[in-house]
Each structure stands twice: as structure tokens, then as C-alpha cells.
């Protein structure tokens, strides 16, 4: 571009900033798609309804629940448990009847994963939050669940490496246990946890990266592969083995089709791969043993409400007892009016009749 000599420097100021204010005003636009526009751009979707859901979060007028994890309690199905973060609070473990169980104050914990472990004190629950307090500085918290009484212990928090911690999910592999922390800006460390002493311990084994905001991952543990959403991106893939590369694999865009951004939870149970298509309010499901797209599905109002803007989910199946008795789908509902949000809980067998899985 030629600048006319008479061109002064407050003009220049000026047009400068009307040329910024112009693409702001356009990323904004674009960013305000009316989702009902977004909904009849994208794939279609089945539609399935929960069969529960949990009590609020006590913080109000506030997106504060994130993220679930499921505790399968394999002696007594129908005693399992949820595990679901208030991030602006802590903790919640829930029955599968929704009511709260116990609440520890853990301040601002974001995603939240949990595995049953073999340690040198026995088997334990062990709990993973990624815990965001301080901002700079990315930590774990670790907490024990004791499956009998439904309550958490704290065990303490392990460093995880500059940054904002946001995303968090387990391996439990062989002899070892891993966590998976994603940093806001798409870092990922993946984090070898000692739990033989006194207090954790963790080391950060290796380190990978996204271009942009990620949160949502799971691990599939037959295949040791890491899935991760990147939120404006879509679906990667990493090798989860501490020795594997840790270049990323596309599985799939978020390309206003089968994903809507933002790309949000991420769960990997029984053959399949699914992530919160939160910028639609569904959920896109691909088959994990060709990373096929095979359906979206979306949870309609019903007995319970609807779910929408869904940030976590987790899914387990097998046996729940009665009212859940092929598996479990949680999944955060972000508009829960006129009560705080909560977690919405659908009947995984249901997910698949309705995709024809």
C-alpha cells in the first residue's frame, strides 16, 4: 500500500483503527451465528433423552460445571458413582440417583478423570483434577475415593508445568499411571505419577503441542491412543506410550459438519470415540478401530432437560443396575435454567440403538 505524503499521522491513526474495528466486527459476526443456523448447517443428528441428572452446582449464574468422571462399581452396579467438577468451587461425587454425596472445597478445578489402581497400600480410586488456582502454573490434584462412602481424600498436588492447567485425563497402563495435563494453549505434558510414597509425586515424561485453546482428552487404553480437542480445530490423535511420537494425527475438522466449534469433552468407551459438538449442542461419535465418522446424536428434553453448550462428558459402559444396565453417558449441561448447571446422565445402550451402533 503507497501513503500520500499528505496523508497526516492522525489520519493514518484513524483508518488503521477502522480497519481493525472492520475485522473485529467480522471474527464477531461470525462468532454470533444464531446456533439454530448452526444446527441446520451441520450433520443431522438423532436424538436420544437422559434418563437422570445430578443436583446443581452450588456456584449460580455461572458456567462452573465442567467436567465428569465415572467410578464403576463393579460388586454393585447400581452404587456407582460421579465425579464432577465446579470450577469455580471443587469437587462433587454424586450416586447414580444425581444426589450429592460429598463436596470438597478445592477451589478452581477444571477437568477431572479418575482410574482404579493397585498400590502398595492396596486398591485404591485414585482422582485427577486439573487444578487452575494458580493461573501461571499448572498442577494435579490428587484425591483417593473411597467407593463404600462415596468420599474424597485429598493426597496432594503435583507440579504440571508453566501454564494454565485446563484439560487433565488418565493411563493406566501396565505397572504405571499417567496423566495427561492440557494446558490452555494447547501444551500437553504427560506426567508419570509415583503414588509409593507418603505424598504423590509426579515427572513430566515428555511433551507435545496443538496450535491453539485445547481442553478435552481421553485415553483408549487398548490402543494406548491419546485424543485430544482442539477447541476451534477439531479432533487429534497422539501415540499415549511415553516412548511413542508425539507428532499429532487429524482425526477429524470442526468444520461446522459433524463438529461444531466449540470442540469440547472428549470420551472413549466401547469401540468409539466422542466429543461435545458444543457449538450445536450434540455430540459426534467415530469408530475408533478406522477413526470413522458413524453419527451424531444430540439429548433432547424429555422427563429431564435438554443439554446445551456441553463442555465434559465421560462415558463407561457395561452393567449400571436397573437404570442404566449398558453403560453410562454424563454429560455437563451448560444452560440449566433456572437452576445452576448440572450433569445430565443418558442410557448408553439408548446412544447406540439410536445410531445404530
Not at 499521522?9 to 471474527?27: E, H, K, P, Y
Request: aromatic share 6%.
Amino acid at each position: 500500500m503507497t501513503w500520500s505524503r499528505s496523508l497526516g499521522f492522525t489520519s493514518v491513526t484513524v483508518l488503521v483503527a477502522l480497519l481493525l474495528l472492520g475485522g473485529c466486527a467480522t471474527a464477531n459476526a461470525a462468532a454470533e451465528v444464531p446456533v439454530e443456523t448452526r444446527i441446520a448447517n451441520a450433520l443431522p443428528a438423532k436424538t436420544v433423552q437422559a434418563a437422570g441428572e445430578t443436583e446443581a452446582v452450588a456456584t449460580a449464574n455461572a458456567d462452573a460445571a465442567d467436567d465428569p468422571a465415572i467410578w464403576r462399581n463393579a460388586a454393585n452396579p447400581a452404587a456407582s458413582l460421579i465425579v464432577g467438577t465446579d470450577k469455580k468451587a471443587g469437587l462433587y461425587v454424586y450416586g447414580l440417583d444425581g444426589r450429592s454425596r460429598d463436596f470438597v472445597d478445592a477451589g478452581r478445578v477444571n477437568n477431572v478423570d479418575l482410574a482404579q489402581v493397585k498400590t502398595v497400600t492396596g486398591e485404591r480410586i485414585i482422582v485427577a483434577a486439573s487444578d487452575r488456582n494458580d493461573l501461571a502454573n499448572a498442577q494435579i490434584a490428587l484425591f483417593a475415593l473411597d467407593g463404600a462412602t462415596a468420599k474424597l481424600t485429598p493426597l496432594g498436588k503435583i507440579a504440571a508445568g508453566a501454564g494454565e492447567a485446563y484439560g487433565i485425563c488418565l493411563y493406566h497402563a501396565p505397572g504405571a499411571l499417567y496423566a495427561f495435563m492440557v494446558v490452555k494453549d494447547g501444551t500437553i505434558r504427560q506426567i508419570a505419577i509415583d503414588l509409593s510414597g507418603a505424598t504423590p509425586q509426579g515427572k513430566v515424561v515428555r511433551t507435545m503441542k496443538l496450535g491453539t485453546q485445547s481442553e478435552g482428552c481421553a485415553v483408549d487404553p487398548a490402543s494406548a491412543r491419546l485424543y485430544v480437542a482442539e477447541e476451534d480445530v477439531g479432533l487429534w490423535r497422539f501415540d499415549a506410550r511415553p516412548e511413542g511420537s508425539v507428532e499429532p494425527v487429524k482425526i477429524a475438522a470442526a468444520d461446522g459438519k459433524a463438529i461444531v466449534a466449540d470442540a469440547e469433552g472428549v470420551a472413549v468407551a466401547d469401540g468409539y470415540v466422542v466429543v461435545s459438538s458444543q457449538g450445536d449442542n450434540a455430540y459426534a461419535v467415530y469408530r475408533l478401530s478406522d477413526e470413522a465418522y458413524v453419527g451424531r446424536f444430540r439429548i433432547a428434553a424429555g422427563s429431564f432437560g435438554a443439554t446445551e453448550e456441553t463442555d465434559g462428558i465421560d462415558i463407561v459402559a457395561g452393567d449400571f443396575g436397573p437404570a442404566f444396565p449398558d453403560g453410562i453417558m454424563v454429560a455437563q449441561d451448560g444452560m440449566n435454567a433456572p437452576r445452576a448447571q448440572n450433569f445430565k446422565l443418558v442410557r448408553w445402550g439408548e446412544i447406540k440403538a439410536a445410531l445404530g451402533l
